[in-house]
């Protein structure tokens, strides 16, 4: 129908014939399976055994709970994370092995054990995975749980919404998962080179489980974008003027206006190129008029503000952590304010350094370069105003702090290097060799850093307990000493000429910094088993590291320390009244900090909902028939979105008032716990509140 | 002049790694630029990081020691109320601008320089002032690379030789997807598009083997792209040309058809061929503009090596 496809095709059920002839013979992708499959069906045996079912699809399916659809913004996130790091895994080790013509080949491979096929779907999901479905989310997460507590604000400002982006981003991850059992993935590139991705070069299904798994990410996260913005805007506390606002909140207001203003340019870019693929348009085809550098302009206009997008709000965890841990106010606060909405401004102009070496003329380049190297002027701001803080400060070497200054330390490098390949001249030599895989991957270890920084210093305030310092400890030492082992000698293989994607490397004179990559690899798996550890250990003992006061660091100074930890769902039992722009830090000092509020008043709350879960089911069951060309499929479940977004628009009733008496029973027993900490209260069963359970429909 | 300016400060920023540099002519290339356009490059990279050091030296040093100097239980004097500073401010916003502001210069410069169209460095130098520009016509296809030099009227694929102190001009082009023409320690990138025609001028200085490559993504043959480039002394490069006019084949566009089915060349073959189509460049991008010359890949090419399937397009 509509573009002839190589093998099979029916109209019941697509492509999906082509499975017979494939061989599912491959050990890593066995093992895939039988680790996804044990681990679901543990997971839902414990949830029947505990009888928890019920309460998993009330208390967290049907929620629109900021903070709860935070926590599974970054359960999703980590999880994707963890699969991201496998594929590192493989592409690391596969290189170390394929090294030299005389090089081992195994499992049908010449040399390593991938053979083109398997090793290019590797890297493609490596890098979608990571962007798209890991770090994305862990950061639309963090913002989700902080930014209507940093502002004092009960929910976001459209609670339903949030919770059909979360959906939307499930449906992406599962179909990316998806393409691991049920055919293959993308074999050309995470930017989708065009026209790498077209149908001639690319015949199979693997580039559309690559267009339907961004499509619906970035529905996803224009929306969650949409929400925040507006939450910041219209939701804030009285006294909190916006240049009272934590920095993080800055951040989040400037990184969801890039999202806002870029996301749908990478859904227009995906989408022409589906029509492409679909139903044979010309569009970045080099044949019939179509142009092929103008998918990489469209791509790379959303694909530069987007490395901001995730950049900016590691900047405001890093701005938060910093005073906590050095007892001080941020320096120069309002310039850091001017420097965070500065980058958003220039992440605008810089798109094209990405591709200097299209042919564009000296003028083109120089003023792509020197609006890119304008970047480097606020984030130097920013890495001097943060030392400022510690200056004549108390510094505390605690988890959170060591995160957040290593990945000051790492802005540093990664910054010097941004500025070398920022320069043409320079680009012209360095451009697709694995110096700037280590550039970018050296800025998102920032990112990353701030990110563990981040949930180690929040995640008392998540979950009302502190995740345990000595194995913390460990865990930071082998990820800093992993991430040394493998990005270092990138760098220098990037100078010695080694091109970024090859799956078989002709020069056997890099063997030995390869090893020491295998090394960093090796370290890096040790870290992940020593924070899952730490998960663990922090979970089982969670009773002795319980956080008594609303504070758990005891120096926090932002809006978010001043409720109960972990907050009720309605955030705060009064409304607060902002009189500082370090709040509780100010109430700190005027001895303001009991939460003990008296009299409350009844609370106007939002009720939980069924129809995000039944968008993401519906949106996969979409993603799906559409990869196969299963058209019936593609156009019920369609239809079906329609519909439920139709019923969801006539529900009147998507709100209840807690009443006063409630409010006052929740927060009596609240501080009751407080003051029996003695006597160890178990942590807050589940279903301790009554009206999260509230459905609308 | 520069050159001698940066050899200094590559000797001293890099003099660790130096003894490496001397056991292995093809090890780091920054110390082996050869022509003046590598060498440029290189040249901007040591202002650049020179310039940059300037900034990053101190900064880190001053991050490690106020962490060292202010830790708690230090002797860094307790002070919260130190939360502005104008000074510092124009500091953090000047030291930054400035920097910036010299780098901005330096990439203008550089940018005209060793523009890939129209090197600045090429319209001084009197070795490409003094002799006729040598023409090249690359075409990338699936996988290999086919290097036409039109007025020997002969072809070598997946191999390039090139003659000393002499201007080449190159176009390019692909008969397939996008790739990217590099040779390491000589020449920088330049996109080969399909449909399309891309221009690369460079001058070399001394002879050598040298490592070309793509660098853009391709497809499945891509880590199989590598080819020797040889520069050689001007009457080499005439007796190569007199000898593969004698012998080679014929490259007319329907062998080039043939050439151009999709093929990893995991055998690392090369070809020689004479009397070439005087107009295949332009045929190429006619036909791939047209879509008369576009080669549908086979969906699962290579999940088996040792398969017949792929054997079919490959050169072992």
């Known amino acids: 129908m509509f573009v002839d496809v190589q093998g099979p095709w029916n109209p019941w059920i697509g492509r999906l014939g082509m499975l017979l002839d494939m061989e599912y013979t491959n050990p890593f992708i066995f093992f895939a399976l039988v680790l996804v499959v044990v681990g679901a069906l543990a ?9 928890r079912v019920g309460w998993l699809w009330r208390e967290w399916l049907t929620t629109v709970d900021h903070k709860k659809i935070g926590i599974m913004y970054i359960v999703v996130g980590l999880v994707m994370l963890f699969r991201g790091f496998f594929d590192a895994i493989m592409i690391r080790t596969h290189q170390a092995m394929a090294a030299g013509t005389s090089s081992p080949g195994i499992m049908g491979a010449q040399h390593g054990y991938m053979p083109p096929f398997h090793m290019d779907q590797v890297f493609t999901a490596h890098g979608t995975i990571m962007i798209i479905v890991a770090v994305t989310p862990i950061l639309v997460g963090l913002m989700n749980i902080l930014v209507p507590l940093q502002i004092g604000a009960r929910d976001m400002a459209y609670p339903f919404l949030n919770a059909v982006g979360l ?11 998806g393409a ?58 009285p006294g909190m003027t916006l240049l009272r606002m934590p920095v993080f909140s800055w951040a989040a207001l400037g990184t969801n206006i890039i999202a806002l203003t870029s996301f749908p340019l990478l859904t227009v870019a995906v989408s022409l190129l589906t029509l492409d693929r679909y139903i044979g348009t010309h569009f970045f085809t080099a044949d019939g008029g179509g142009n ?81 190297m304008l970047v480097g002027i606020p984030t130097g701001v920013k890495v001097f105003n943060w030392v400022f803080t510690m200056w004549r400060g108390h510094v505390r070497l605690e988890t959170p702090m060591l995160w957040a200054v290593t990945a000051v330390l ?96 002709a020069h056997s004179s890099w063997l030995p910094l390869l090893l020491f990559q295998v090394v960093g690899i090796v370290l890096y798996t040790a870290s992940v088993l020593v924070f899952l550890l730490q998960l663990y250990v922090s979970i089982r003992d969670r009773h002795e590291n319980r956080v008594t006061g609303p504070d758990a660091w005891e120096t926090s100074r932002s809006l978010e320390w001043a409720t109960h930890t972990p907050p009720p769902f309605y955030n705060f039992a009064v409304q607060p009244v902002v009189h500082e722009r370090d709040e509780w830090a100010w109430r700190r000092e005027n001895g303001l900090t009991s939460l003990d509020t008296g009299t409350c008043e009844s609370i106007h709350m939002p009720k939980n909902s069924a129809i995000p879960a039944l968008l993401c089911v519906l949106g996969l069951v979409f993603g799906f028939a559409m990869v196969w060309r299963i058209w019936w499929l593609a156009g019920v479940s369609l239809v079906g979105v329609v519909i439920a977004v139709i019923v969801r ?49 | 002049m520069p050159m001698h300016w940066m050899r200094l400060a590559g000797l001293v920023l890099f003099a660790p790694l130096a ?65 502005h500073s104008n000074l510092i401010e124009v500091f953090a916003w000047g030291v930054p601008l400035l920097v910036v502001g010299a780098l901005s ?126 520069v050689v002394k001007k009457a080499k490069f005439q007796g190569w040309v007199d000898k593969a006019q004698a012998t080679g084949q014929a490259l007319s566009y329907k062998r080039f058809q043939q050439f151009a089915e999709p093929m990893v060349n995991t055998a690392h073959k090369t070809y020689t061929f004479n009397h070439v189509d005087p107009d295949l460049f332009e045929t190429v991008i006619k036909r791939v503009k047209s879509g008369k010359l576009t080669h549908e890949r086979p969906m699962e090419l290579t999940e088996d090596m040792g398969s017949a399937k792929f054997r079919k397009h490959s050169t072992q």
């Not at chain 1, 997971?43 to 009888?51: C, K």
């Not at chain 1, 959906?167 to 998962?177: E, G, Q």
């Not at chain 1, 290097?417 to 270890?445: D, E, Q, R």
């Not at chain 2, 901007?44 to 040093?61: E, G, K, M, N, Q």
């Open chain 1, 410 to 505: 790492l802005l540093i490098g990664g910054g010097m290097t941004g500025m070398m390949v920022a320069i043409p001249a320079i680009n012209y030599v360095t451009h697709n060799s694995v110096f700037v895989v280590a550039h970018f991957h050296n800025m998102f270890l920032i990112i990353v850093f701030a990110v563990f920084g981040g949930v180690t210093y929040w995640w008392p305030k998540m979950f009302g307990f502190k995740l345990d310092e000595y194995l913390g400890r460990w865990f930071f030492w082998l990820f800093w000493g992993g991430s040394v082992f493998v990005f270092v000698p990138m760098y220098v293989l990037g100078f010695l000429g080694m091109t970024r994607r090859l799956d078989f490397i």
């Open chain 1, 180 to 237: 691991l059992f049920i055919g293959f993935f993308s074999h050309a590139g995470w930017v989708g080179l065009s026209p790498l991705t077209e149908m001639p070069s690319s015949p199979g299904p693997g580039v559309d489980y690559w267009i339907w798994a961004i499509q619906l990410s970035s529905i996803g996260t224009t929306l969650g974008a949409l929400n925040i913005i507006a939450t910041i805007l219209k939701m804030r506390a």
């Open chain 1, 649 to 697: 628009g006539c529900i009147r009733d998507i709100d209840y008032t807690v009443p006063a008496a409630e409010v006052e029973r929740i927060e009596k027993d609240r501080l009751t716990v407080r003051d029996d900490e003695v006597a160890r209260q178990p942590a807050p069963a589940p279903g301790d509140n009554a009206h999260a359970g509230r459905m609308s429909g």
């Open chain 1, 43 to 51: 997971v839902a045996a414990y949830l029947v055994y505990s009888r």
């Open chain 2, 105 to 230: 210069y330096y990439a203008y410069e550089g940018a005209h320089a060793v523009a890939p169209y129209d090197p600045g460095v090429l319209q001084t130098n009197p070795a490409a002032q003094a002799n006729k520009p040598l023409q090249i016509d690359v075409i990338t296809t699936d996988w290999q690379w086919l290097f036409i030099y039109p007025e020997q009227d002969v072809a070598l694929a997946n191999k390039l030789i090139l003659p000393v102190g002499r201007q080449i001009n190159m176009r390019l082009t692909s008969a397939s997807v996008t790739n990217d023409f590099y040779i390491l320690k000589l020449v920088g990138q330049i996109y080969v598009m399909p449909g399309m025609r891309t221009k690369r001028k460079f001058l070399i200085d001394r002879p050598g083997t040298y490592r070309g490559f793509s660098t853009e993504f391709s497809g499945p043959g891509f880590s199989w792209m590598d080819y020797k480039v040889h």
């Open chain 1, 167 to 177: 959906a939307f981003t499930v449906a992406a991850s599962a179909l990316i998962m």
């Open chain 2, 19 to 83: 003894g490496c540099a001397n056991a292995r002519q093809d090890w780091l290339w920054i110390f082996n630029p050869n022509g003046p356009l590598a060498t440029w490059s290189v040249y901007y990279l040591f202002v650049d990081v020179v310039l940059l050091l300037i900034i990053i030296v101190p900064a880190t040093a001053l991050t490690l020691w106020v962490i060292f100097r202010y830790r708690r239980g230090g002797h860094g004097t307790y002070d919260p109320s130190f939360r």
């Open chain 1, 292 to 372: 092929l550098m103008m998918y990489t302009n469209l791509f790379w206009l959303w694909g530069h503000p987007e490395v901001y997008f995730v950049v900016l709000p590691a900047f405001g965890m890093i701005s938060e952590i910093i005073p906590t841990f050095s007892e001080k106010t941020l320096f120069n606060y309002v310039s850091m304010v001017f420097a965070t909405m500065a980058i958003a401004g220039v992440s605008w102009l810089v798109w094209l350094h990405h591709y200097y070496i299209m042919g564009a003329s000296a003028g083109v380049n120089t003023f792509f370069s020197i609006a890119t």
